[in-house]
């Protein structure tokens, strides 16, 4: 088991930047496969970005060119830096951590990124 604290939310105006961390409570190195999402009000939660064991990425449609997802396993830490934020980024960001080959996953308690000037 792995409990994830996520820090670095807040409040941005549009165009601005912010990096979220995740801290994991235990290794994560060869282990975990980890991934940030997010819940806009009113909608369904949704897959920003992921970074596998080997360091493969995957980026939403609509995040792509600006946010960079990024592991440092030696800290146990998992990052998303957010650039050219909009308005429609604004949301509660979880970090995710799924057991790799197997369907155990775990949740942080999530952090509040608003985009708004």
């Known amino acids: 088991q792995v409990q994830l604290v996520e820090s670095g939310g807040g409040l941005v105006q549009p165009g601005g930047s912010l990096r979220l961390s995740c801290a994991a409570s235990?290794?994560?190195?060869?282990?975990?496969?980890m991934g940030w999402y997010r819940r806009a009000p009113g909608k369904q939660r949704e897959l920003v970005a992921s970074i596998r064991i080997s360091g493969r990425t995957n980026y939403a449609d609509s995040v792509k060119g600006r946010f960079t997802i990024s592991r440092d396993d030696a800290k146990k830490m998992v990052f998303l830096q957010m650039n050219s934020l909009k308005s429609e980024d604004t949301a509660v960001y979880y970090c995710n951590a799924v057991l790799s080959g197997t369907s155990m996953d775990y949740w942080g308690q999530g952090t509040q990124v608003t985009v708004s000037s």
């Open positions: 235990r290794s994560i190195f060869g282990l975990y496969d």
